[in-house]
């Protein structure tokens, strides 16, 4: 039961031929079959998830109906959840319970989801392994000496090992393709603006997005149905119809154009991964899809600005954890400034560290203007890069990351390559456009991802394209050998 796909349970539930007490049951008897080999989870919420079963299934019985109604989720441990604990996997917040809900919580709730836990994550969203979590690393399903990606590890890590069903992560320069291409599942990061930021624990406000990890583009667009759409909570949040995504699965690719930058195989690629992407492009062109060249002339500036401008962001948002009205604090203290400076030393992790103090530097007077200002500009050169490459077709496709996953502990001590694991996939957070993340291939035995990019708030085509090449491939159905 635990195997199923978001589309097969409820098929199953609104028949009857299972409940979801049932169901649940089966997810939390997996999670205790393999969650100390993979550890995707930090808090289990069994009681609650139980309950909420319990109501679905009386909802079900009532004859209702809703898009995720019954269906086992995970929340990635920065999205706020009334009553339970919400930590961003950092000690500053270990014992933080979240007063309120966030908005796709609420959106959750509403199509009638069974949230059974919270997951793992690179403390604060900072982090392409999963290893800068304070409890401990997630390890990959697929070889548990790897790294699950990162930050949403976790999530990534428990779809994969069928201990939820789907689950939420967040993107702010890879966070859910890269780990989605790791772990061998779907992952969408929907364009900026496209889903509520309200109760989400911000790391770095422009470019964050909360989206889904599932088991296959069908399951993401009936997440997304659910999850998205204007919310008046968050002023960043578009005003901009949602579409019923799983129209889009109806949709032929012929004549669609795809577009195969030229900056993205430039060499620095493991061979075996290239060789799935460019055998994946030419699985889209047999299914009628026709290849166009395109430019993003200022890619190698990408990975500079965004970590100006993500550590400039985290440098503000991050100043909030004082001691003073949530959270850790220090018990050694002799006055105010002192207690800060403790707490702020105690409670945060290596890396968290790291990234305040670049993006206090970067905001300082003086370097403003050298470094922050400089970053934006630049990022207003992506975005246009991208503008002008999808005029001249409907999706963009490349990697998500230059190898498959790599060891546990091989980039710990070395945060230079760590950030350039992202190097694929920080360029669609500058330009704010919607990118999605399905395995097509293996390489080293370890799977591989396909990247599609797409024109603001045009998911649609992602899903379209994504859908159509899962129905002619089997990749996304293969099994972790957990």
């Given at each position: 039961?635990?195997?199923t796909?978001?589309t097969q349970?409820?098929e199953?539930?609104?028949?009857?031929?299972i409940?979801?007490?049932?169901?649940?049951?089966?997810?939390?008897?997996?999670?205790d079959?393999?969650?100390?080999?993979?550890?995707?989870?930090?808090?289990?919420?069994?009681?609650k998830?139980?309950?909420?079963a319990?109501?679905?299934d009386?909802?079900?019985?009532?004859g209702?109906?809703?898009?995720?109604?019954?269906?086992?989720?995970?929340?990635?441990?920065?999205?706020?959840?009334?009553?339970?604990?919400?930590?961003c996997?950092s000690?500053?917040?270990?014992?933080?319970?979240?007063?309120?809900?966030?908005?796709?919580?609420?959106?959750?709730?509403?199509?009638?989801?069974?949230?059974?836990?919270?997951?793992?994550?690179?403390?604060?969203?900072?982090?392409?392994?999963?290893?800068?979590?304070?409890?401990?690393?997630?390890?990959?399903?697929w070889?548990?000496?790897?790294?699950?990606?990162?930050?949403?590890?976790?999530?990534?890590?428990?779809?994969?090992?069928?201990?939820?069903?789907?689950?939420?992560?967040?993107?702010?320069?890879?966070?859910?393709?890269?780990?989605?291409?790791?772990?061998?599942?779907?992952?969408?990061?929907?364009?900026?603006?496209?889903?509520?930021?309200?109760?989400?624990?911000?790391?770095?406000?422009?470019?964050?997005?909360?989206?889904?990890?599932?088991?296959?583009?069908?399951?993401?667009?009936?997440?997304?149905?659910?999850?998205g759409?204007?919310?008046?909570?968050?002023?960043?949040?578009?005003?901009?119809?949602?579409?019923?995504?799983?129209?889009?699965?109806?949709?032929?690719?012929?004549?669609m154009?795809?577009?195969?930058?030229r900056?993205?195989?430039?060499?620095?690629?493991?061979?075996a991964?290239?060789?799935a992407?460019?055998?994946?492009?030419?699985?889209?062109?047999?299914?009628?899809?026709?290849?166009?060249?395109v430019?993003?002339?200022?890619?190698?500036?990408?990975?500079?600005?965004?970590?100006?401008?993500?550590?400039?962001?985290?440098?503000?948002?991050?100043?909030?954890?004082?001691?003073?009205?949530?959270?850790?604090?220090?018990?050694?203290?002799?006055?105010?400034?002192?207690?800060?400076?403790?707490?702020?030393?105690?409670?945060?992790?290596?890396?968290?560290?790291?990234?305040?103090?670049l993006g206090?530097?970067?905001l300082?007077?003086?370097?403003?203007?050298?470094?922050?200002?400089?970053?934006?500009k630049?990022?207003?050169?992506?975005?246009?890069?991208?503008?002008?490459?999808?005029?001249?077709?409907?999706?963009?496709?490349?990697?998500?990351?230059?190898?498959?996953a790599f060891?546990?502990?091989?980039?710990?001590?070395d945060?230079?390559?760590?950030?350039?694991a992202?190097?694929?996939?920080?360029?669609?957070?500058?330009?704010?456009i919607?990118?999605?993340s399905?395995?097509?291939?293996?390489?080293?035995?370890?799977?591989?991802?396909?990247?599609?990019?797409?024109?603001?708030?045009?998911?649609?085509?992602?899903?379209?394209?994504?859908?159509?090449?899962?129905?002619?491939?089997?990749?996304?159905?293969?099994e972790?050998?957990?």
């Amino acid at each position: 039961m635990h195997r199923t796909t978001i589309t097969q349970a409820r098929e199953l539930l609104q028949n009857k031929k299972i409940s979801s007490v049932q169901l649940t049951e089966a997810m939390f008897a997996r999670i205790d079959q393999v969650e100390d080999k993979v550890q995707a989870f930090v808090h289990l919420t069994r009681e609650k998830a139980l309950q909420q079963a319990k109501d679905a299934d009386a909802r079900i019985a009532a004859g209702e109906e809703a898009p995720l109604l019954g269906i086992p989720i995970a929340l990635k441990d920065l999205i706020c959840t009334e009553g339970s604990r919400t930590t961003c996997s950092s000690k500053i917040l270990d014992q933080f319970v979240s007063p309120y809900n966030a908005t796709v919580t609420e959106r959750l709730n509403k199509a009638g989801a069974v949230i059974v836990g919270k997951t793992n994550m690179d403390e604060f969203a900072m982090g392409s392994s999963n290893e800068n979590s304070h409890y401990h690393p997630t390890k990959n399903p697929w070889d548990l000496d790897r790294v699950p990606g990162g930050s949403s590890g976790g999530s990534s890590a428990a779809v994969s090992a069928h201990e939820c069903v789907a689950a939420l992560g967040s993107d702010t320069g890879g966070s859910i393709r890269q780990p989605a291409s790791f772990c061998g599942v779907t992952g969408l990061k929907p364009t900026y603006g496209r889903v509520s930021r309200f109760g989400l624990v911000a790391f770095a406000s422009s470019l964050d997005q909360i989206g889904p990890l599932t088991k296959t583009v069908a399951d993401a667009a009936t997440m997304m149905n659910v999850i998205g759409g204007k919310d008046p909570r968050d002023s960043t949040s578009a005003d901009v119809a949602l579409p019923d995504f799983t129209r889009a699965l109806q949709k032929d690719v012929k004549g669609m154009k795809l577009g195969i930058p030229r900056e993205y195989f430039s060499g620095g690629i493991n061979p075996a991964v290239e060789k799935a992407v460019q055998e994946s492009i030419r699985t889209l062109e047999s299914l009628g899809m026709q290849t166009v060249e395109v430019s993003l002339p200022h890619l190698d500036y990408a990975v500079a600005a965004y970590y100006i401008i993500a550590c400039a962001e985290a440098s503000t948002n991050l100043s909030r954890y004082d001691g003073v009205k949530y959270g850790y604090r220090t018990e050694k203290s002799d006055s105010l400034v002192n207690m800060y400076e403790n707490t702020r030393e105690e409670g945060f992790g290596e890396e968290v560290k790291r990234r305040i103090i670049l993006g206090t530097f970067v905001l300082s007077s003086g370097y403003y203007d050298a470094y922050y200002l400089k970053g934006q500009k630049v990022r207003t050169l992506i975005k246009q890069d991208f503008e002008n490459a999808l005029e001249q077709c409907d999706v963009i496709a490349s990697p998500v990351t230059p190898y498959p996953a790599f060891k546990l502990g091989e980039k710990l001590d070395d945060p230079l390559q760590m950030y350039l694991a992202d190097i694929y996939t920080i360029s669609a957070n500058l330009a704010g456009i919607p990118a999605m993340s399905i395995p097509c291939g293996f390489a080293e035995g370890l799977p591989v991802g396909l990247q599609l990019m797409g024109k603001h708030f045009d998911e649609s085509s992602l899903i379209t394209v994504g859908h159509k090449f899962q129905q002619t491939t089997d990749f996304h159905s293969q099994e972790a050998p957990l």
